[in-house]
């Protein structure tokens, strides 16, 4: 099979390569998955599960993309809850070979169904920033109707899921970001947004929650502005700074087959929009992940077409 593969981490995106790799075999508890469209975050190439495994042994050359939605076609032993042919989404192990091949291996329970009128392009686009705005939000951040989010990146794959999310839940939602992301912001469900090139973020006064998907100084002056009970949640790395009476909790976004259900049933009934920019077929995906200008949306790899 065709798949990208990464062997030298200096590299980066520039040191994907795309090579003839041996199909994979399912273990037991998996499905092997033909990838019809993948999803991938320039990050995963900073990650150590990228290039050793849980006991920290090298693993490359590695196939990176941890996002997919196709078909499965094949089950591994004991596997239940999914069947041959049926199309699926959802996000693939850290440590095990990634999505940006025609097929990859993975367990069930990381998969959930994909309804035939949500396109793959659009399934494959969901499972990181939907499963990481639900589960900042709901399962961290235990949001409650009526409360104050401050989103950072609000214009953003994370945090335009987020604006979306804690709008729909009753929240008021304040969105930062740069200047030219104001109106994107607001379309997407902020009622104010703070321009964090030039507008002072202190002046917003206290808010129930904060979603931080940028770390350092911004993240530190988000934690003065959090209301006694409140809290923290960050994508951005263990919180340098608490909040005075509140929470403060870093999370890496986990696999969660019921939550994802909740993501697609939303996109399908117009509640959320996901933001795709460039798609590219996956002969032409080392030069997608390497553009020469800066593109809004994530890059899917179509890998069939």
Do not use: C
Request: overall charge negative.
């Amino acid at each position: 099979m065709k798949a990208i593969v990464v062997t030298d981490q200096a590299a980066g995106t520039a040191g994907m390569t795309l090579v003839e790799r041996p199909e994979p075999e399912p273990a037991l508890n998996d499905v092997v998955v033909q990838v019809h469209a993948s999803g991938f975050t320039p990050g995963e190439l900073s990650w150590p599960s990228t290039w050793t495994d849980r006991l920290g042994r090298d693993r490359t050359p590695s196939i990176p993309g941890h996002e997919l939605a196709g078909v499965v076609s094949a089950l591994g032993y004991g596997t239940t809850g999914l069947s041959v042919g049926q199309r699926v989404f959802g996000l693939t192990d850290w440590t095990r070979d990634g999505t940006l091949a025609e097929y990859v291996a993975v367990e069930a329970r990381n998969l959930a169904p994909l309804p035939g009128d949500v396109d793959f392009t659009v399934g494959a686009s969901l499972p990181i920033s939907g499963l990481t705005a639900w589960q900042g939000l709901f399962a961290h951040g235990r949001l409650q109707s009526g409360q104050s989010v401050l989103v950072h990146g609000a214009a953003g794959g994370v945090g335009s899921m987020v604006t979306q999310l804690a709008r729909e839940a009753g929240a008021y939602v304040i969105g930062t970001g740069r200047t030219a992301d104001r109106q994107t912001a607001l379309d997407f469900g902020a009622k104010e947004f703070v321009d964090l090139e030039n507008d002072a973020l202190e002046d917003v006064g206290e808010v129930d929650l904060v979603f931080d998907v940028i770390g350092g100084d911004i993240q530190k002056r988000s934690a003065g502005l959090i209301r006694a009970g409140g809290t923290l949640v960050t994508i951005a790395g263990p919180p340098e700074a608490r909040p005075a009476e509140g929470l403060a909790v870093d999370f890496v976004v986990e696999p969660d087959r019921a939550q994802l259900g909740e993501v697609v049933r939303r996109v399908r009934d117009g509640r959320l929009r996901t933001v795709i920019g460039t798609v590219a077929a996956l002969d032409d995906a080392v030069a997608a992940f390497n553009p020469t200008e800066r593109i809004k949306g994530k890059t899917i790899i179509r890998v069939r077409p």
